[in-house]
């Protein structure tokens, strides 16, 4: 395998893996890695699964760095554990891959020599297809839709894309490059995220520090993740209400606050009261009740941490 082309600076490159019970997907994804043409370090944190995959990477995949945790620390957290390793064993970059998402053999190389190019992006993206290959990922579509991302659709199209970083307002953290500069302008994953949403507020978190967030078309990933809909954190309503309050609480971008909300489901409640609508104010009760729950002097702790040009969360 080789790194460079003419021209080109040879880049230190750790993929980190976070996981928990990825047996169905591990061959893919690293197995995918070791076919790079862009040599890269993996480190795989494991989330305290049961369904022996760290035993099968320990004897198939016996190049990977394997951290093991002693329970399950959410997706942000097991990748701040990653990132903090390769930082501290000189990476250039950090690559995120989901477990149930692979690459091509030369995604990883077009992403670095992009970034290099336009290194006032944080993050880097390929283009998502779904598991099978026969589309792009239904999400990931959205991501980059004219509204979002100027260009891209129609330079498809038109057979006509540029040897550039297509810039959009937002990407799913499934395969991310993030630079050495922005890790430590930025930091790692916002700890007040278990589950889903820390990757909204890293790119809160990246705009707020001037970087930009971009998609390279010529760098492909796979991602296994049709049956997501069916995950209780898509559905649950109470679960979407507690993750979406605590994103915009901790958005450095905006001065939302949890004193605003109680005081919106305060009135909400009382309007509810007055009409009688029942539904409202049992909707209303257990959102208030959810409010008191979380632990809001650690999140608001947390937000503040996002102001600051460091290497947030990362404890370097």
């Not at 898509?234 to 958005?251: A, E, G, P, W």
Request: net charge positive; proline share 3%.
């Amino acid at each position: 395998m080789g790194n460079s082309i003419p021209g080109s600076i040879v880049m230190k490159v750790y993929v980190i893996v976070a996981t928990y019970n990825p047996k169905k997907w591990i061959d893919n994804c690293l197995g995918s890695l070791k076919q790079s043409s862009y040599s890269v370090r993996t480190i795989v944190v494991d989330n305290n699964s049961t369904d022996g995959s760290g035993d099968y990477i320990k004897q198939k995949f016996s190049e990977v760095i394997l951290i093991k945790n002693e329970t399950n620390l959410g997706f942000g957290k097991a990748n701040n554990i990653g990132i903090k390793k390769a930082y501290e064993s000189g990476a250039d970059y950090v690559f995120l891959l989901n477990q149930d998402a692979w690459i091509d053999p030369d995604a990883i190389k077009y992403l670095v020599h992009a970034h290099q190019k336009e290194p006032d992006f944080g993050i880097v993206s390929p283009m998502h297809l779904n598991g099978k290959g026969t589309a792009l990922d239904y999400k990931f579509s959205n991501y980059i839709n004219p509204k979002n991302c100027k260009n891209l659709y129609s330079d498809i199209f038109l057979n006509a894309i540029q040897k550039k970083i297509y810039k959009t307002e937002f990407v799913n953290a499934a395969a991310w490059l993030i630079s050495r500069k922005c890790l430590e302008i930025v930091g790692g994953f916002n700890p007040s995220f278990f589950h889903y949403c820390e990757d909204d507020n890293y790119i809160h978190r990246i705009k707020f520090h001037q970087f930009k967030v971009g998609i390279s078309p010529n760098s492909i990933v796979y991602h296994d993740r049709e049956n997501n809909s069916e995950n209780s954190y898509f559905v649950d309503q109470k679960k979407l209400y507690i993750r979406n309050i605590i994103l915009k609480v901790s958005n450095p971008n905006n001065q939302y606050s949890f004193e605003k909300e109680y005081r919106k489901c305060y009135m909400f409640l009382c309007k509810s009261l007055m009409l009688f609508r029942f539904k409202a104010i049992k909707e209303n009760l257990w959102k208030l009740k959810a409010l008191n729950q979380l632990n809001k002097k650690l999140i608001v702790k947390n937000k503040s941490e996002s102001y600051k040009v460091q290497p947030s969360f990362l404890n370097l």
